[in-house]
């Protein structure tokens, strides 16, 4: 038996239909699943055969097997009742746009591999850069432009070589060894990932402490003397990366007098507005990047927060030929007429990768089918819903807001009162501090919210503190599933709390 | 206006089975589609508005824009005339698997994210593996395992990494500058790439000559011979790429000799499979990989010649544990306690990235809908097509095939001597040499049938003579396709070297 064709239009579109059917009952019934999948680990290896098959298997086998093997082992990152870590934010909009993608099946490397590719490209990223009142020097209609990558891991990476290449130009490669890269310790660990990957010598990637009182955000003057520090030492500041909502407490890193102490000495300044950059299209949170005209690269996952699905990081950067100069190839069996003229965008020299898949079209389907207007309104409307969430903890006298909210990710916990009533013989004795037992309880709480399958939340650990997460922002959450998530987390805390108190008093 | 619900299960199924109807028709009609986008740069901000819309506009707007607008600037990967680069072999199994993977949209960067994104991962590179007779060592079934990346470039990127830290870990990172790495002229320009994002010393990037007397391929003498030098020099052999089915002219390093070599002197081998891995499931072309056994990691382009649409690399490795230690991260956001465990993979340690699609979906929808027999007689009409078209070539004594063919590429030129007649004048005053009128008279070939949009060819300059490639692999090539394909080529080469003649001759 041989297959005619793997792409005859008549099946693809028998099946194509089938898997839009699929998918459609899925969303109507994803908030029936357990958010956090339940399974125990090598739950999988026992149901599959340890060959792949032979002989053609019809699809209608194996969309059962898909509901009966692979959805048990699935975290549904699109239920409405999903709070964890940063939402990963579908739409149908971001959903065509990638069927479109994967159906032209282009590899967009450079513009002649597929024009339309890297002009449609290049239009929404000035589009998008546009709706967030980006500095126009970060525009192709500037100096500047934007590129589509995958993840901000990506964006990090290109930035840092980047960076580290400009600079070696200056002071000679032998210097390598003396370059520094600045973080917080709120800053996502990526950086620090890229940081190795390129050759930063550990010794000189510097993570700055954060405090509570200053709300975990990255001080200018700590920076600075971090800075002189190094200098003094002879070392060289490189790369400072600023963070517009990080990711433990989507905490807001003062922007402008950071870009002004990296200025004075010279360091490329990336800023990673990974998850609030999409809130920043609406006139009442831009403010949250005030100063980003002093950067040198900007980006956001519009995966995390603004309907498009995984993966799309919009990067921008001031100075193109920086990133060109650093990731450029000219093999011959590219060599084409467009790319010699100087006329177009070849992407490749933006990015790690070579092929690369056309991701505008996402971009595009979501700005058009839903428009920049109704984009705020749905924004806002994840804000509004972490406000009453964040109402709601306020008002059970056990738990605190640990930091005040930014955007829709509210951070609780049990308060160290709440709990002062258990394991209080341990307590007096003095053999634990009341902070750990509010930080078991805590995870507890967590652990036992989860373990429902009723709600998915993460947790953050700042300051010595176990802190629980409520990132709200899937598309399908509703205020009911706000309010129904409050009711399962104090439901929880009540039994956790009672049959601590029960098993102090040996009632079981 | 607010949109209620961007993933309302109605509109999702409305707006999807449109997408569906979309692509099928384009499959239908693709063949009519000039291969190359015949649009010139800048064609498309011309059509665009300067901003996106306010607004949101419906899906029929988009998609007749999409027809008009963004279909002219597409050069047809899927059409059954593209034999251009290597194929983006799309089908409708490696579709239905991206759109699930796109539609359930899960963020698979640890085990627990979503239990059934890792372990069909693993599940499905066992498989594979399995089906392409890795050594067991290359397994999770033996104690090695494999990943699915996006493209060869991260492949390329994560292994040069780990064999650095690996080496460094030894002799100290003090000897960073020193370490060494080893490819062919031949090999694909992303190695060089990566060595430089990785902060090689470029003065250690050794590129060692290949001739067309041994078809391009690296001999093992030359590597021995460079590295023999460089460790009298006091440096350090760190990493060597051998390629099965180089960009160019599909040359087959030979791989056991090679890493013979290799492993005398401590280095890590990456066989760089990229276009011809696929091919080894077929046990008549499995002898291309013989020697694999003493490589340390291995890669092919899923996306290239197994029908899985792009981006698919599949990356083993026989030491899992030295990848992590380079790419692992820990950050107290991620902790759990399946992690903890041990018990269970994280692939974001043996990635770039931390987010990462569900990629395997892809490759099981692939392996089960068509069987390994049929996978293998699909590979195996490639080759017979390009076979056909070799024998046509051979056919045409005004043409040569340039180097024995492998697989499904075939590399020819018009000969210099049907060219000979040809600005005869300027050769016989000396003033060009016969060898660049044949690469003028070819380049000028190649740009007049991919001008004509009827097929669509590349080329490549090896040893000084620019070459066309026919790339057999699109998914709706058929024989016919190949056959047309000869004739476009004929014609054009008759216009040329007639209108070359009159010209001579005064005939205008």
């Known amino acids: ?88 934010s579908g ?72 960076a580290r290449d400009k600079l070696l130009g200056q002071i000679g490669r032998e210097n390598a060894g003396k370059l520094v890269v600045y973080v917080s310790d709120q800053t996502h660990c990526a950086v620090q990932k890229a940081a190795h990957i ?72 990336h800023v990673d507005a990974a998850y609030a950059g999409s809130a920043c299209i609406c006139p009442e949170f831009r403010h949250l990047i005030d100063g980003v005209e002093d950067a040198d690269s900007f980006s956001l996952n519009a995966h995390k927060w603004f309907l498009t699905n995984l993966d799309c990081c919009c990067l921008w950067v001031k100075d193109p030929p920086s990133l060109i100069r650093s990731l450029s190839t000219h093999p011959v069996y590219l060599e084409n007429n467009a790319s010699e003229s100087k006329q177009v965008v070849d992407y490749k ?24 207007a109704n984009l705020r309104n749905f924004l806002r409307c994840h804000v509004e819903m972490a406000k009453t969430f964040e109402e709601l903890v306020k008002q059970d006298k056990r738990f605190e807001i640990f930091v005040p909210r930014n955007l829709a990710v509210v951070l609780f916990r049990l308060l160290p009162s709440a709990v002062a009533n258990i394991g209080n013989g341990r307590l007096q004795n003095g053999s634990v501090k009341i902070e750990d037992v509010a930080n078991e309880i805590n995870r507890r709480l967590l652990d036992s919210i989860n373990g429902s399958g009723t709600v998915f939340m993460t947790h953050a650990t700042v300051g010595g503190h176990l802190v629980i997460r409520c990132a709200i922002g899937a598309t399908l959450t509703e205020k009911t599933n706000v309010i129904m998530a409050w009711k399962v987390v104090q439901e929880h805390a009540d039994t956790i709390l009672n049959n601590e108190i029960k098993s102090k008093f040996g009632i079981y």
């Open 1 to 88: 038996m041989y297959i005619m064709n793997p792409l005859d239009p008549k099946e693809f579109r028998r099946q194509g239909h089938m898997i839009i059917d699929f998918l459609a009952d899925y969303y109507q019934n994803v908030a029936n699943y357990p958010v956090l999948s339940q399974v125990e680990p090598g739950y999988l290896a026992k149901l599959m055969p340890p060959f792949a098959p032979l002989n053609p298997e019809p699809i209608e086998t194996i969309l059962q097997d898909l509901q009966h093997q692979i959805i048990p082992g699935i975290t549904h990152w699109q239920s409405p009742n999903y709070f964890a870590y940063f939402p990963s």
């Open 91 to 162: 739409s149908t909009a971001g959903f065509l746009g990638e069927m479109l993608s994967t159906g032209l099946n282009v590899v967009g490397f450079n513009w002649m591999s597929s024009p339309a590719a890297t002009e449609l490209e290049s239009t929404v990223m000035d589009w998008l850069g546009q709706a967030l009142k980006l500095p126009k020097d970060f525009l192709f209609s500037g100096c500047g432009g934007g590129v589509v990558l995958g993840t901000t891991c990506e964006a990090l990476l290109v930035t840092l070589v980047a």
């Open 198 to 269: 390129i050759g930063i010598d550990p010794e000189n990637f510097r993570v700055i402490r954060t405090k509570r009182s200053t709300l975990f955000t990255l001080l200018p003057e700590s920076l600075l003397s971090s800075v002189q520090k190094d200098v003094q030492n002879g070392l060289v500041p490189c790369y400072l990366c600023v963070t517009v909502g990080t990711t433990s407490t989507t905490a807001i890193d003062p922007l402008g007098p950071l870009c002004k102490v990296a200025k004075e000495y010279g360091m490329w300044v």
């Open 349 to 372: 020299d933006w990015q790690i990768t070579l092929s690369r898949r056309f991701r505008a079209l996402k971009v595009w389907l979501v700005l058009r089918s839903y428009g920049v």
